[in-house]
């Protein structure tokens, strides 16, 4: 079982950055894949970006690639989207994700999930 709850969502302008933070316990966070969706009103789930158990891969929507960035600190069984040029159309519900590298970076599915946390852009 892994227990994730995330944190850092909140208004912000166009143009503007946020760092999204999820902590996890409960199974060794360092030996599972992670990764964020998000899900705006009337809209399906969608993924964001994956990361490996080691860090060594990532993978990112088209949407996002360029402007965020998915990291991890197994130490501290946390993992980070940091934010940058938020748009409008980023708005949503983000949530934090843990399971198979594959299934999460192709968007199909997480064995475990956040509560999420709210992420406004304003124009």
């Known amino acids: 079982q892994v227990q994730l709850v995330e944190s850092g969502g909140g208004l912000v302008q166009a143009g503007g950055s946020l760092r999204l933070s999820c902590a996890a316990s409960?199974?060794?966070?360092?030996?599972?894949?992670m990764g964020w969706f998000r899900q705006a009103p009337e809209k399906e789930r969608e993924f964001v970006a994956a990361?490996?158990?080691?860090?060594?891969?990532?993978g990112y929507a088209e949407s996002v690639k360029g402007r965020f960035i998915i990291s991890r600190d197994n130490a501290k069984s946390s993992l980070y989207l940091q934010m940058n040029s938020l748009k409008p159309e980023d708005t949503a519900l983000y949530y934090c994700?843990?399971?198979?590298?594959?299934?999460?970076?192709?968007?199909?599915?997480?064995?475990?999930w956040g509560q999420g946390t709210q992420v406004t852009v304003s124009s």
């Open positions: 409960g199974r060794t966070f360092g030996s599972i894949s």
């Open positions: 990361i490996s158990a080691n860090g060594g891969f990532t």
């Open positions: 994700a843990a399971g198979p590298y594959g299934s999460i970076v192709s968007g199909r599915s997480a064995d475990y």
